[in-house]
C-alpha cells in the first residue's frame, strides 16, 4: 500500500526557533499533498493544501507566513513553523494524495519551550 | 462537503463484533463515505469507504442504508489493537479534496 513518512516524528524546540518537518511519498508520486494539526483530545484540523509547484492554499485562520509550505516535487512537501512559540506545539500530521485517496504519514509531535 | 454525526464513545468486548453508526443525512449523490481511524498518537489510517453498496475489505464492512444518509462500520471480531477514534467523512473521491474530520467515536475493545 502507498505509505507516508514524516521526519523528525518529534522535535523539541526553543521558542522563536524555526523547525522544519518534511512528508514523504515513499512509493508513490502525489501531486496534493495536505498538512492537519492535532490539539490535544481534538480532531484534526486542515492547515492547507499543497500543490506540487505552486503555492499552498491555506485554511483560514492559518498564518501562511508562519507556518511556510514548500512542495518542490511529486514526493516531498515541507511545512516550517517560523518562530515557534508554545502556542505552536501540536501533533502535526500530513498526507498525500494517491489517485482519488489520502494516505496520512505518522504524525510530528512538536514541543516548543 | 456533507457534515456527519457520530456517537462520541462506544464499548465493544474483545473478540465480539463492533458496529459503529454514522449519520450523513445531507449527502449528496457524488460523495462517497470514508471511514479513518486514529490510534493514539499516530496518524490516521483508512478502513473502508464507500458509495451505495456495501463494502468489505480485510479489515472491516461497511453497510450503507438504501438512502445513503447513514451507515455501519462494522469490526467483525474486535481486538485490543481496534481500541482508536474512528472518524466517518463523507467527500467527493478526487485527489485535491481533502477530509474534513468530525468528532469521531472513541471505541474502546474491553478484554
Known amino acids: 500500500g502507498a505509505v507516508v513518512s514524516q521526519h523528525p516524528s518529534w522535535v523539541i524546540c526553543k521558542s522563536g526557533t524555526s523547525v522544519k518537518i518534511e512528508c514523504r511519498s515513499l512509493d508513490f508520486q502525489a501531486t496534493t499533498m495536505f498538512w492537519y494539526r492535532q490539539f490535544p483530545k481534538q480532531s484534526l484540523m486542515l492547515m492547507a493544501t499543497?500543490?506540487?509547484?505552486?503555492?499552498?492554499?491555506?485554511e483560514q485562520g492559518v498564518e501562511k507566513d508562519k507556518f511556510l509550505i514548500n512542495h518542490a516535487s511529486l514526493t516531498l512537501s515541507t511545512l516550517t513553523v517560523t518562530s515557534a512559540h508554545p502556542e505552536d506545539s501540536s501533533f502535526y500530521i500530513c498526507s498525500a494524495s494517491s489517485g482519488d485517496e489520502q494516505y496520512f504519514g505518522p504524525g510530528t509531535r512538536l514541543t516548543v519551550t | 462537503d456533507a457534515k456527519t454525526t457520530q456517537p462520541p464513545s462506544m464499548d465493544c468486548a474483545e473478540g465480539r463484533a463492533a458496529n459503529l453508526p454514522c449519520n450523513h443525512s445531507?449527502?449528496?449523490?457524488?460523495?462517497?463515505v470514508y471511514w479513518y481511524r486514529q490510534i493514539h498518537s499516530q496518524g490516521p489510517q483508512y478502513i473502508i469507504h464507500g458509495l451505495k453498496n456495501n463494502e468489505t475489505n480485510e479489515m472491516a464492512s461497511l453497510i450503507i442504508t438504501e438512502d445513503r444518509k447513514s451507515s455501519t462500520l462494522i469490526l467483525p471480531h474486535a481486538t485490543l489493537r481496534d481500541t482508536a477514534v474512528y472518524y466517518c467523512i463523507v467527500r467527493v473521491a478526487h485527489a485535491g479534496n481533502m477530509l474534513t474530520f468530525g468528532g469521531g467515536t472513541r471505541l474502546m475493545v474491553k478484554p
Open positions: 499543497s500543490n506540487e509547484g505552486s503555492k499552498a492554499t491555506y
Open positions: 445531507t449527502i449528496s449523490g457524488n460523495e462517497y
